[in-house]
Each structure stands twice: as structure tokens, then as C-alpha cells.
């Protein structure tokens, strides 16, 4: 009986350390994500404001 009782309980354990792993894993992802967006928009924003430069010193 204390061998069935080991196994569920080490059966239980795995399932929720791999699914609590997993989770973190996405949201990591989601995060390295959501960084990179936001880091190529500020390229560009900056492209623009170059241009935008740019045109206006030659209309000068």
C-alpha cells in the first residue's frame, strides 16, 4: 500500500513540476516578445524623427 501511495504521490509531484514549468516558459517567451516589439517601434520611431530631420534641413 505505501508503494501506491509513493508512486501517486511522485506521479502528482512530476505533473505539477512540468506543468508549472511550462508556464513560465510562455510567459518568458510572451515577455521576450512583447520587448523586442517594443525595441524595433523605437528603431522606427527614431528612423522617422531622422527623416523627418533630414527633410526639414533641406527645406532650409
Known amino acids: 500500500m505505501k508503494k501506491l501511495v509513493y508512486t501517486l504521490l511522485f506521479a502528482f509531484m512530476t ?3 512540468a506543468s508549472s514549468c511550462r508556464e513560465q516558459r510562455t510567459k518568458e517567451k510572451v515577455e521576450d516578445g512583447v520587448e523586442e516589439v517594443a525595441e524595433e517601434i523605437e528603431e522606427g520611431v527614431e528612423e522617422v524623427e ?3 530631420d533630414d527633410a526639414t534641413d ?3
Open 15 to 17: 505533473i505539477i513540476a
Open 58 to 60: 533641406d527645406n532650409k
Open 50 to 52: 531622422d527623416e523627418i
